[in-house]
């Protein structure tokens, strides 16, 4: 017999964010997210996306007694405004195998849904582009970056047995990152910054780069505006997330390109791999886990590609592999043997496109799904 229960208290909260814990106890490959971070994510009283036209309910799955599963329901109605759509979005959502278990959660975040007038119900999607998205579908085998989704794989079975079809698709590719940039490349690369006048900048110290990181987030906005389900970060978020976000950012290995007049025109943001140190932390910064993130972001064998982007107006005119060709050059200088890339849309040629002149191999395939007339 499973029973849905709504999250209402925050020690039920503190359930809710605990219970992939207990799923994922012992498996070598998943990556515990911060429970700090979880909690400010989800706690309306902490998390500027409810007052930026978010809102949302949390609900558990018991079976004979105990926890068996958890899903997040959630309406961005900035969202829907800005996509025309009437489309809820299900996030945080673990369950044991069980059908019964998956298609009772699923179930709750359909009718809490409906109550609010969807029509459809996608994810797993967040409040925002800097939440976890996607849903493993390739690449279990493989251990994942922090900010990229692992779960397991009769996850997928469970949701296309309810009901669900693919939507979209993300990629993720493994480099290795000593590979020389090529020589077509680098020629490519002089004549794009000689013909539009750009220079290539990488900082040094942190505080060399605060005074773009407005800048940052504008261009955030502007070059991801037609990526799918994105909504444009408010005043609100871009100060919560530069607390948050930019208190971790490498200074040497972020990439800024910039016009004759001092205008960010693209970027890429990278990051040596925490997945290890998130694992040894085991979801607690203290007494000790921040020790191991701390060691880990001294460490460059590996590296995570995290957010790149152009400016509309810059884009299919070559600028990504300015940042990309600039990062390659970094990670040579710093002895980096593996990257991987952040998650692209498949129907993102442009994006995409750059690799085709590198090595790389296929890592990671992760899925948004959807449920229509629900």
């Not at 515990?32 to 978010?54: H, I, Q, W, Y």
């Not at 939440?131 to 296309?160: A, C, R, T």
């Not at 043997?337 to 849309?345: E, G, M, T, V």
Request: proline share 5%; net charge positive.
């Amino acid at each position: 017999m499973v029973s849905i229960k709504e999250v209402n208290t925050k020690k039920e909260l503190k359930q809710f964010i605990k219970f992939p814990f207990e799923l994922y106890k012992g498996h070598k490959l998943w990556v515990p997210p911060l429970m700090a971070d979880e909690k400010r994510t989800l706690r309306t009283d902490l998390n500027p996306s409810f007052s930026a036209g978010c809102e949302a309910a949390y609900f558990m799955a018991y079976k004979d007694g105990k926890i068996a599963g958890r899903i997040a329901a959630i309406v961005n109605h900035r969202a829907n405004e800005k996509w025309k759509n009437k489309t809820a979005r299900f996030g945080w959502i673990d369950f044991i195998d069980d059908y019964d278990v998956s298609g009772a959660l699923l179930e709750a975040a359909e009718q809490w849904s409906k109550s609010k007038g969807m029509t459809a119900v996608h994810g797993p999607m967040g409040f925002t582009d800097f939440d976890i998205e996607g849903m493993l579908v390739e690449g279990f085998e493989h251990l994942p970056p922090i900010i990229s989704p692992y779960n397991y794989p009769y996850y997928p079975q469970h949701l296309e047995k309810h009901g669900y079809g693919k939507a979209v698709d993300w990629l993720q590719y493994r480099f290795n990152a000593s590979q020389p940039v090529p020589e077509k490349v680098n020629r490519i690369n002089q004549l794009i910054a000689q013909k539009y006048n750009l220079r290539t900048v990488i900082f040094r110290k942190k505080k060399e780069i605060m005074p773009y990181a407005c800048k940052f987030f504008e261009a955030i906005n502007v070059s991801w505006e037609n990526i799918y389900g994105f909504v444009p970060f408010t005043p609100e978020q871009i100060t919560y997330y530069l607390k948050s976000f930019f208190s971790f950012l490498r200074p040497e290995l972020t990439c800024f390109i910039l016009d004759d007049k001092d205008n960010l025109v693209g970027f890429g943001l990278s990051m040596p791999t925490l997945s290890r140190a998130f694992q040894k932390a085991k979801g607690k910064l203290f007494p000790f886990g921040f020790i191991h993130i701390l060691k880990s972001l001294n460490k460059y064998s590996d590296i995570d590609l995290y957010v790149n982007g152009v400016l509309p107006e810059w884009q299919h005119r070559g600028i990504h592999s300015l940042y990309y060709v600039a990062m390659n050059e970094l990670y040579i200088q710093h002895h980096v043997k593996i990257a991987i890339s952040s998650s692209q849309l498949e129907t993102n040629t442009n994006a995409l496109g750059i690799w085709e002149n590198y090595e790389k191999e296929l890592l990671f395939r992760t899925r948004c799904y959807i449920k229509e007339n629900i």
